[in-house]
Nanobody
């Protein structure tokens, strides 16, 4: 069965860093683009980053560009999100997703699978 399991979230102060991990199983890793999106209370879900399993190309949302880095270990079917210089605006539940398209769009038809999420809380 398909599983995407996120880990690495927590509570930190502004300026700190966190590294999220997503362990994927139950499907051929290279079949989908891998991505991270987030959702804060009362806000629309926001695409954070996406990576191609084929060539490692990446895209980032404007709000995280320059601070976050998505990477992967294809052999281990694992995706990472390195988050640096965190601010309170980054507080959200972060989800790992397997996508049908190479982009930040989050329409359901673009999402093949997603995980349960991991909470990231940033205090000032």
């Amino acid at each position: 069965q398909v599983q995407l399991v996120e880990s690495g979230g927590g509570s930190v102060q502004a300026g700190a860093s966190l590294r999220l991990s997503c362990s994927a199983s139950g499907f051929t890793y290279g079949t989908y683009y891998m991505a991270w999106f987030r959702q804060a209370p009362g806000k629309e879900r926001e695409g954070v980053a996406v990576i191609s399993p084929g060539n490692g190309s990446t895209k980032y949302g404007d709000s995280v560009k320059g601070r976050f880095t998505i990477s992967q270990d294809v052999a281990k079917s694992t995706v990472f999100l390195q988050m640096n210089n965190l601010t309170p605006d980054d507080t959200a539940v972060y989800y790992c997703a397997a996508k049908r398209t190479y982009g930040l769009g989050l329409l359901e038809k673009y999402l093949a699978y997603w995980g349960q999420g991991t909470q990231v809380t940033v205090s000032s």
